[in-house]
DNA sequence: TTTTAGCACTCATTATCCCTGAGTGCTAAA
DNA sequence: TTTAGCACTCAGGGATAATGAGTGCTAAAA
């Protein structure tokens, strides 16, 4: 059954003003704010059908309404309306994403922080490549007499870098033979190829010449090791405590455990998976699979990072969550991380050894 | 006035039982802990000087004593025995921190949530450089015809990397003479010195060869930025929930608040400064100067991270805080990070770039 | 047929009161 | 100096009552 014009506009004001107050709903306050001219009696009885339908809820008899799941769910898909940043929130998300210098992780922990900070909720970010990730390039580079950096250049434009030391001294000569020898026979492996290549060298080379070749390809295996593992994060989940629904330690304590868990836990915790194309989803209170989530909605956004990887970020609060403002930072936040990955703006590494 | 042995081991029965319990100790509870052989009567005498001294306090007059800040620092300095880890704790602690292919943050940051996890408290991290970082060397590799990767290592032993897209072709001759002029004018200089030769450059050098030196260091610059500053990180806020003094939210959302934003603020927001040395710490409620912190203790202790830089890792928690073994633990840490970084072993580095 | 005013009813919330019991300080005897 | 005894204090918890926002239903009005 389609709703009428009027029970639309009564729910939408029930939506908004149960979002703003955390209270149940009456008909004096909806008679107010929905700017129908009508009297509450009205409003009750259009009340009474709603609740009948499913899109409102009684907490007990003689409460106010509250919505449903259902109800969000219409709100969301029908009724909500845009919400518009204001220049000083566009300003502060600009400035958060455009630092220079900073690597990828870095952009997008910094990228949940900000967008916590901007709706008042916790947000998780994650990150995983899209397929295996292999060795692209390697690069020595001469320190000492016995030392060298090697570099690897990954398939998903991860460069890393080590100081290894050397047994014995080593010539120009001898360094380029090795690059030459990593370069025709490990580019493109996969790590366990990788693994068995080295494996299959070990009998057929010189022992010196296989130690250095084995000290490198180690390297570059912990490499793709690395960054074959997802990255998750989490930020501002004391943002929670400023909802009332999370007043209560017991009601506060599970969820915020859970967010804590999953950075431990990888994608495999997440309350969805990391889809193709780049797409904005709501999970309304049961419509999480997931047990903890099941009084909580999740408002989330994929995006691509190159060619390589593929990221996610998402904001999770109470079902009475303000989707309106929420999904328009949330957005805005997805844009943008597309098109600075899209563009490749990704100009900087970093990495530590010994001297 | 030095305490005679009785009043110290009933001052020492009274802060165990008040950590273990949370509620205030009455005579009878430390009749029967202390192993004392006399009457509650005895002990209700000797708690009665202990307060008058200003070692115990009393909530309201028919409830049981609580340790002052004195009490607890009397039992820190004095009264505190030595708390054995078991072996899966030390076992936890080095794979935690023994992890290969790890940068300086991020060992940082791991080893604060793990000694979270071991403590049940929150923990922050820091680290900052102890003198101004400059570029120890150069390094520029060939990508393709108009792109190369500029490689900066500084004398705090961080490299990164950046492509650099040429506006036209670039022989390797051409490379080698840029790598020589960088080498020869920009290393050991600070952030400032550089930029100085730079303007200066600028008006003898042909504009073709100024531009690609400018590209470079200029990412030498934004390298040693960001060198310069510290890192903050906090692990494990939400632990302060499970600790009674913050069941109630008035009381555990201004110290959440003040360890969130820890991380923006920088180290002027932590309760002490980088000190010399290695050496541990501890702030008993009113002894902190922060306000937030007026009611928390702070375990923390200080290490070098290899000659240049300086880390402090710190436990944050009510006064009733298990002093005993937090500091084993934290000590424990301590000195394993200062081992590891004293052997330098920071073995990698990593890296995003545009393709 | 739809809307509205009126009214009795429901029930979570809050305030109030009382009771219980752990713990104290003091006194007087050991 | 230590101990037993005892009157006193006071936070915490449970029961009870008062409050008031909101409801559903009925009957009249539009």
């Known amino acids: 059954m389609e709703l009428n014009n009027r029970k639309k506009k009564i729910l939408r004001a029930i939506v908004e003003i149960y979002i703003a107050t955390a209270e149940p709903v009456g008909s ?21 059908d709603l609740t009948e339908l499913g899109y409102l809820e009684q907490p007990h008899t003689s409460a106010g309404r509250v ?38 992780d870095r952009v997008i922990d910094r990228a949940g ?20 990730i292999t060795v692209k390039r390697f690069d020595l580079l001469m320190v000492e007499e016995n030392a060298f950096i090697a570099v ?18 080593l010539s120009d000569t001898q360094l380029q033979l090795l ?31 296989f130690q250095l070749i084995s000290m490198v390809v180690q390297f570059a295996i912990e490499v793709l090791n ?19 629904e999370y ?23 997440l309350p969805v998976t990391l889809t193709e194309g ?26 691509d990072i190159g060619d390589n990887m593929r990221g996610i970020i998402g904001v999770v609060g109470p079902t009475r969550m303000d989707y309106a403002k929420v999904t328009a930072r949330l957005s805005y936040f997805a844009d943008s991380l597309t098109r600075m990955f899209g563009k490749g703006e990704l100009p900087s590494g970093e990495g530590h050894h010994e001297e």
């Open 28 to 48: 004096k306050a909806v008679a107010e704010q929905a700017g129908l001219d009508v009297s509450t009696a009205t409003i009750r009885n259009e009340m009474a």
């Open 67 to 104: 919505p449903s799941p259902m109800g969000y769910r219409l709100y969301v898909n029908e009724l909500m309306g845009e919400h518009q940043l204001t220049i000083q929130e566009t300003q502060r998300i600009n400035d958060a994403l455009n630092l220079r210098m900073e690597e990828l």
């Open 113 to 132: 922080k900000v967008l916590s900070q901007l709706s008042d909720y916790p947000v998780f970010t994650a990150a995983a490549p899209k397929k295996r």
């Open 152 to 169: 690897v250049m990954t398939d998903n434009s991860v460069v890393k870098n080590k100081l290894i030391r050397m047994p014995e001294q």
């Open 179 to 209: 690059s030459t020898v990593l370069n025709s026979s490990f580019v493109g492996l996969s790590l366990e190829e990788m693994e068995e290549t080295l494996d299959k060298m070990e009998t057929r080379s010189a022992p010196g010449a």
């Open 226 to 244: 690395q960054q074959s593992g997802q990255t998750i994060h989490t930020a501002g989940i004391t943002h929670l405590l400023e909802h009332p």
């Open 247 to 269: 007043r209560s330690l017991d009601k506060a304590k599970p969820l915020m455990n859970y967010l804590s868990e999953t950075e431990e836990q990888g994608t495999s915790n």
């Open 278 to 303: 780049q797409n904005m989803n709501i999970l309304i209170g049961p419509e999480n699979i997931n047990e903890a989530l099941k009084d909580t909605s999740v408002v989330m956004a994929s995006y």
